[in-house]
């Protein structure tokens, strides 16, 4: 790593703490063991937060190596997970709606690491990633996609119904902003049993102007609940570019009497920053809203080209400059945290994780006829009967 | 029928009328009489207590003490925490009481009426209903949505409507309607425990009636089966289903039907022949029908007078028949045979009224319910009332078993006619005992039509006690055409 460091330093555009750690590395044969290295480094986020009725959050965020090399991995096995997922809808494995959330890996991945299992989650029906950043295995995102029996919801749901209850994840949702009254009612039981937790409620541009999120926020803001809405703001609400659907599209303003947060979205560590300092002002004060600045790089869903209301050039440019995985990895690798390759090693292994946990969904059976019956109620009766 | 007639009638068989009513009432020795919104408030009261998950929200559910005070007393008992007062945003605040039922807590959301649910009806069923399917059994949603169903009084197309069919078509949802106060208290109370959403339809009339209840249906612990109807009334002609208020209305139509009439003259004006069929038929009667241990005593002829001591079911039954001799509706092959005799019977009536008292009587002008006990006690129907309690799940081995021995449905509810609970059951019955009908089944229901305001126009709007009556004779004796349909 020394080596090649030396060789390219003149070509490399690395930050001033590559030439700091040179002597370090050089003197240094044996690898360090990079994963769990927990030094702390503090890092900028790309763009400045701006707020709405609160002050912002500082940009520097502490972050350490395992921290850094556990968003790369993640965001990097979201990514490969959303790609496959791709292929397997062309092939007709996945039937039905198909959302993807690939580009908007960060805010899955930087909520996560500012909060808890105790924190509560719930988003729309891009949901694919925000259940694997809870815990959720590839296994169950592939065997439910393909509605087999080792799926998340045993097959019975789909896409856009995948819940994790002892994550506390509560979906996949699939009406459009009826996930955010629902939040701020987890939000509200966390307050009534004093749980001392916050919920996640994720929204998108799409569902910003719901008539039912500000009557949520409304009584969240009379009843101080911990809710935090956050506005994934890709600028497209399916076709509509948000400047055709929001009179106001600075959704970090829309709570009017709630404060609010612009964070960059494609910036994993501004996202776990924002989140921070959302849990903490929930906490104490009630809802708050973030806003983050995102993008998808795939249509609204699978039967959505995504370029008949954006160009390709908006789409690659975003690709090229915003990209979240790619920010982390230049992030790693000026810090020397981890080589090219040995990020390449981790991204072959994703794959063939992928690739097995396909063929694993692939030979899962379908449910048992009797199931078409099973969890209709939780206490059923035994009265009603199927219909002959 | 006739004003000396009934009350000779009132006066021969009041015995037999007072145990009529009073078997309607009772359902123990005890005496203690409670509003349905007491019922409603005392269960709310308990399982509060019982279990601190439980909380309320609604609007005016708080300081108001409820819109119709059935959440009197309990912000003051309970506290802002466990009684909240919502502001006028059913979606938001539904969706909210879902998101706390997914979270473990158990919320009871009042709805000022259900017509306001429809602003909040996604989260009813998407969100609530189908969350346990969705999820396979990981998110249940322990929740109550209730409030009042249904006509009121003059409130309006807007503020009228019946949700029940509606809500009782959706799987995943348990939908309950209460009749009386026992009803209210155990069916809330089991609302209140299930792990399931359920929609409870109460009804605004309903709330200030007094119904006798027992020491059990006080105790705490009380609490009815979810799925289970009861049978109000026994009876072995017409099976009539009803729930909420229609309940009142079906037992109203009961006990018109119930007196008993100790003699009847009948005269023929037919030759001998036809006398000795008369007689044989009569005879059968005896045999056949014995309603209540009266049977038919005596027979006999005198001059052109057959004297028979009868419940007045059976001899009516017979000179309807007879009279009728076109109509079919019968029970017995044997009787069936003898109606397409021509007897001329109309005079025979008239004979008799004149015999009973030496006056000529006449129908005396009266309100709807004792002109349809009138025309009832010439039926003399048994009807069988039951009070549905569960509109999902439909408790359809009770209506099948009790059609399969009164071998005739008629079904009543407030609601609009189309795709309403009365097709449902009779879906159900036919499916389930087609053979068994002797007669189509019959739906009552709330005309077709936005619930007008003036007066006159919702009472047609909404089923009265005559509409029952007229259908219960319909589906004894065919002999009244059916009601003109707009």
Redesign the interface.
Known sequence: MALSRLASSSSSSSSRSADLLKPLCSAISLRRPISTDTTPITVETSVPFTSHQCDTPSRSVQTNAKELLTFFRDMALMRRMEIAADSLYKAKLIRGFCHLYDGQEAVAVGMEAAITKKD?I?TAYRDHCTFVARGGTLLEVFAELMGRQAGC?????GSM?F???DSNF??????VG?Q???????????K??KDEAVTFALYGDGAANQ??L???L???A??DLPAILVCENNHYGMGTAEWRASKSPAYYKRGDYAPGLKVDGMDALAVKQACTFAKEHALKNGPIILEMDTYRYHGHSMSDPGSTYRTRDEITGVRQERDPVERIRKLILSHDLATEKELKDIEKEIRKEVDDAIAQAKENPLPESSELF??????G?G???SFH | MLAIARQRMLGQSFKKILPAVSVLRSYSSAAKQITVREALNSALDEEMSADPKV?LMGEEVGEYQGAYKITKGLLEKYGP?RV?D??I?E???????????????KPVVEFMTFNFSMQAI??II??AAK??????????V?IVFRGPNGAAAGVGAQHSQCYAAWYASC??L?VLSPYNSEDARGLLKAAIR???PVVFLENELLYGESFPVSDEVLDSSFCLP??KAKIEREGKDVTITAFSKMVGYALKVCLLCSVYLDKLYVSSTAGYARKIKIMSLLYQIRHGHSNKGKKVLAVGIENKISVIDTPLRASLTLLLRLKNTFEKLCLEQVLLKSVKEKLCLSTSMSNAKQNLSGEKLEDEPGDSGSHAAEMLEKDGIYAEVINLRSIR?L???TINASVRKTNRLITVEEGFPQHGLGAEICASVVEESFSYLDAPVERIAGADVPMPYAANLERMAVPQVEDIVRAAKRACYRSVPLAATA
């Not at chain 1, 919801?153 to 749901?157: C, L, M």
């Open positions: 509560c719930i919801s045993r097959g019975k749901g119904h819940y994790k209850k509560y979906g996949g949702h699939g009406i009826a955010v009254p629902l939040g701020c009612g987890l939000a509200f039981a966390q009534y049993s008539g039912q500000f009557e949520a409304n009584i969240s009379l009843w099973t969890n209709v109620y939780a206490k009766l009265v009603e009967m | 909380f925490e909240l919502t502001p945003t979606a938001g605040f539904t969706g909210i009481g879902v998101g706390a039922a997914y979270c473990g807590l996604d989260h998407n969100s969350s346990n399917y969705m999820s396979a059994g990981q998110i249940s322990p799987p995943g348990k299930d792990p399931d979810i799925g799940p408790d359809r081995s």
